[in-house]
T-cell receptor, first 115, second 112 residues
């Protein structure tokens, strides 16, 4: 069990640029989640996949954000035309799936700074 | 909508002191409740959980009891250590939702 990994760990970009983050879940985990965490706050849900299907998106996920999970394995989160308000820690989590609320395991996060 | 309210921090204690971090929630139905911990420079880790009323979750000396009547899930530890210094998050999953709803976190510092 290698845990959830995220790349890059840090990203600094200029306003207006596009960025893409990658998340590799724990193998055999069917569910994958993206959250955003700003300083001093708890994580906020962005979106969730069951295998390759994106089943739910938060209203926080504006049109500039897009997430994919091709083949139900790794996932990418892209932010287009970044804004300073996008600066945050982006967290990925995965879980086994099944009935009820199963345990989510988090990666170390990608810290985005938009200048 | 669902929400989680945690006691505001930061909390500073001396080693071996008793710890309580309050957590109350608002949710539809019967949520599952969680405490996550974030150590400096590390990712979120599950500390403990409870899935139904009166369940007690426990791990590493920490405990929390799911109290439906008071909609609470307070975190306790009888004797804290310096290594417990971290940010603690209370969270829930309710109904058919799969995502976690988090509180704002409580920073704990334990002094030797």
């Amino acid at each position: 069990d290698t845990g959830v990994s995220q790349n890059p760990r840090h990203k600094i970009t200029k306003r207006g640029q596009n960025v893409t983050f990658r998340c590799d879940p724990i193998s055999e985990h069917n569910r994958l989640y993206w959250y955003r965490q700003t300083l001093g706050q708890g994580p906020e849900f962005l979106t969730y996949f069951q295998n390759e299907a994106q089943l739910e998106k938060s209203r926080l996920l504006s049109d500039r954000f897009s997430a994919e999970r091709p083949k139900g394995s790794f996932s990418t989160l892209e932010i287009q035309r970044t804004e300073q308000g996008d600066s945050a820690m982006y967290l990925c989590a995965s879980s086994l799936g099944g009935l009820g609320a199963d345990t989510q395991y988090f990666g170390p996060g990608t810290r985005l700074t938009v200048l | 909508g669902d929400s989680v309210t945690q006691m505001e921090g930061p909390v500073t204690l001396s080693e071996e002191a008793f710890l309580t971090i309050n957590c109350t929630y608002t949710a539809t139905g019967y949520p599952s409740l969680f405490w996550y911990v974030q150590y400096p420079g590390e990712g979120l880790q599950l500390l403990l959980k409870a899935t139904k009323a009166d369940d007690k979750g426990s791990n590493k000396g920490f405990e929390a009891t799911y109290r439906k009547e008071t909609t609470s899930f307070h975190l306790e530890k009888g004797s804290v250590q310096v290594s417990d210094s971290a940010v603690y998050f209370c969270a829930l999953v309710s109904g058919s939702a799969r995502q976690l709803t988090f509180g704002s976190g409580t920073q704990l510092t334990v002094l030797p």
